[in-house]
C-alpha cells in the first residue's frame, strides 16, 4: 500500500516561505506524477503544482512564480518550495501520487488521483 507523508507546514507571516516535504513508501515502482493540493476550510481542494513524467511541472496560476515543485528520486521525496507567501495560501497541503499515466494530464484541475496523504497545515499571517 502506497504511503504518502508530509512535513514541513506551520505558521508564517506573510512574505515569508515555507518548504513542504512529501516522503513515499510502498509500491515497487514510481508513479507517474506527483502533486500538491490544497483545500482551505469552506473551499474545495485545488490543485497546487504537479510533476510528472510526461507533463513536466504545471502549477495553478495562483502559484506560478512563487512556488517551485521538485522531488529527489533517490530519497522517494517531493517537495514544494513556497515563497513570498500570501494570506490566502493558508490552507490543509495534500501530496499525492498517481499510477494511471494517463489521469497525469487532468490531475491538477480534477484531483483525480489514485494516492493521498494525510496533509500538512500551512497558515500564513498578515
Known amino acids: 500500500q502506497v504511503q504518502l507523508v508530509e512535513s514541513g507546514g506551520g505558521s508564517v507571516q506573510a512574505g515569508g516561505s515555507l518548504r513542504l516535504s512529501c516522503a513515499a513508501s510502498?509500491?515497487?515502482?514510481?508513479?507517474?506524477?506527483m502533486g500538491w493540493f490544497r483545500q482551505a476550510p469552506g473551499k474545495e481542494r485545488e490543485g497546487v503544482a504537479i510533476?510528472?513524467?510526461?507533463?513536466?511541472?504545471r502549477y495553478a496560476d495562483s502559484v506560478k512564480g512563487r512556488f517551485t515543485i521538485s522531488q529527489d528520486n533517490a530519497k522517494d521525496t517531493l517537495y514544494l518550495q513556497m515563497n513570498t507567501l500570501k494570506p490566502e495560501d493558508s490552507a490543509m497541503y495534500y501530496c499525492?501520487?498517481?499510477?494511471?499515466?494517463?489521469?497525469?494530464?487532468?490531475?491538477?484541475?480534477?484531483?483525480?488521483?489514485?494516492?493521498w496523504g494525510k496533509g500538512t497545515l500551512v497558515s500564513i499571517s498578515s
Open positions: 510502498g509500491h515497487p515502482y514510481r508513479p507517474y506524477c
Open positions: 499525492a501520487a498517481e499510477y494511471r499515466r494517463s489521469k497525469c494530464y487532468t490531475a491538477l484541475e480534477d484531483a483525480d488521483i489514485n494516492y
Open positions: 510533476i510528472g513524467i510526461d507533463v513536466g511541472t
